[in-house]
């Protein structure tokens, strides 16, 4: 359950807020794809422990997707802050 401003908060909002589901880190200010690694090396067990972590791990995946978060730093070509080409 992430820690936000000292509050505990439901995944469901921490997510909402766009904020790590895991941990209450604004995922806008850090790499997703990479702060996703820092949580989970490996995808959690499929029993009644994991679940938990499996459901995080998914929320967090859908915003990589429905961000279109890309795997590497290059900047996408079409973003309005992306580098002129020379
Ligand atoms: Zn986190």
Do not use: Y
């Not at 790499?31 to 996703?36: G, L, M, S, T």
């Not at 499996?54 to 900047?75: A, G």
């Amino acid at each position: 359950m992430p820690l936000v401003d000292g509050e505990m908060m439901s995944p469901e909002d921490a997510m909402a807020a766009n904020l790590c589901p895991e941990c209450g880190r604004d995922l806008r200010k850090v790499n997703p794809v990479a702060h996703r690694k820092s949580h989970w090396h490996r995808r959690p067990n499929d029993d009644v422990d994991g679940q938990e972590g499996l459901k995080r791990m998914k929320m967090l995946d859908d915003f990589i997707v429905k961000n279109n978060v890309r795997t590497s730093d290059q900047p996408k070509p079409d973003a309005p802050n992306a580098a002129p080409v020379a």
